[in-house]
């Protein structure tokens, strides 16, 4: 066992809200999830981007508490740690163990067609 790194959502230009496919978690106890966002276009456009978790009994997703990255207005970069022990801090860290299977949930908002170009990697830690 060791760690590994993934592509959750591949660089590219997104409208609306959009999900990533599902990742499933064989044997990780956490995750460090970049974000990074390339492109911006639209009038106030403000992208939002969470981790959620899907209820084995029901299918329905949930969002992982805590596991928001802070709301994207222009062109950044970002990290987010999901990892039991981490000192929890709003939109860095979350303390808490990674789910089975989870996925991450991007909205984009805003006037005159926003769009974002965005690609979210993983770095899924033992």
């Known amino acids: 066992m060791s760690n590994n790194e993934v ?6 230009q997104r409208f609306g809200s959009t999900f990533s496919a599902d990742q499933i978690n064989t044997e990780w106890r ?3 999830l970049f974000l990074e966002v390339s492109a911006v276009s639209g009038t ?3 992208l939002d981007v969470k981790v959620q978790f899907r209820d084995p009994a029901t299918g329905i997703y949930h969002d992982l508490p ?4 802070a709301q994207k207005t222009g062109i950044s970069t970002d990290e987010l740690s999901i990892y ?6 709003a939109n860095r860290a979350v303390s808490g163990p990674m789910p089975f299977t989870w996925r991450v949930a ?3 908002s805003g006037t005159n067609a926003p769009s974002f170009t965005f690609s979210v990697g993983a770095s899924l830690q033992i």
């Open 66 to 69: 805590g596991a928001t990255f």
């Open 30 to 32: 956490g995750a460090r």
């Open 44 to 46: 106030l456009p403000a």
């Open 7 to 12: 592509v959750v959502m591949r660089s590219a």
């Open 106 to 108: 991007a909205a984009i």
């Open 84 to 89: 039991p022990g981490n000192t929890a801090m």
